[in-house]
């Protein structure tokens, strides 16, 4: 089975996510798409996010409906920091024969010879660098002089509309009292409001 792997804090999973799912599925053929909220993502661990179990909820219910979606919380069953080589290599060991995919987005490239064993990354999984719109592609000079010639064997770019807001903007609006309808299903719109999330300046940037 080919697996789109999907990680990030999702605080909260809007509609930019799914169309990046959703396209990374359709252009790279994949069988599923595993959405995997971070606990302790690396790059944020000085930074408040929301519980957990809200994530969770938000992501069951952006997902819901499509049958090649499903959330896994690996990352938050484990303690630490939450390492993407240490997610793969716990999916690879729990089923060898799930060939998988990693999503990021394009610029993500530039960075990705700094995350924790790029090299083993590479080995465990195919890159899906998401391109936005027309932007041009990160050079790739540095991961290929870290990793050698699969740094181009083992990336893929998949197209999607650019959508130009993130997680911190949709934070950021609900702080300030403005709608979010359209930006994440209407679902994810009512457990935020249910649950009164990102409204003290605690929860937001």
């Known amino acids: 089975m080919r697996v789109g792997i999907f990680g990030g804090t999702f605080d909260p999973i809007h509609v930019g996510h799914l169309v990046l799912a959703e396209q990374c599925r359709e252009q790279a053929q994949l069988d599923e798409i595993w959405f995997v909220p971070a606990a302790e993502p690396p790059h944020k661990l000085t930074k408040r996010i929301s519980p957990a179990k809200s994530r969770c909820a938000m992501i069951e219910f952006a997902i819901a409906g499509n049958p090649s979606f499903r959330l896994n919380t690996i990352e938050l069953d484990r303690s630490g920091p939450s390492f993407t080589v240490?997610?793969?290599?716990?999916?690879h060991a729990g089923?060898?024969?799930?060939?998988?995919?990693?999503?990021?987005?394009?610029?993500?490239?530039?960075?990705?010879?700094q995350w924790k064993h790029p090299a083993r990354i590479l080995e465990l999984a195919t890159i899906l660098a998401v391109n936005r719109g027309e932007r041009p592609l990160p050079d790739r000079t540095?991961?290929?002089?870290?990793?050698?010639?699969?740094?181009?064997?083992?990336?893929?770019?998949?197209?999607m509309p650019g959508i130009d807001f993130s997680s911190t903007d949709i934070r950021g609006r609900i702080h300030d009292l403005h709608s979010i309808r359209y930006l994440v299903p209407r679902a994810v719109e009512m457990y935020i409001h249910q649950h009164k999330l990102y409204l003290s300046s605690e929860s937001t940037p």
Do not use: C, M, W, Y
């Open 86 to 91: 240490t997610t793969l290599e716990q999916l």
């Open 95 to 113: 089923d060898p024969s799930h060939e998988l995919f990693l999503l990021i987005g394009a610029d993500s490239l530039r960075d990705l010879p």
């Open 142 to 159: 540095e991961l290929r002089k870290l990793v050698g010639s699969s740094a181009d064997e083992r990336i893929g770019v998949v197209n």
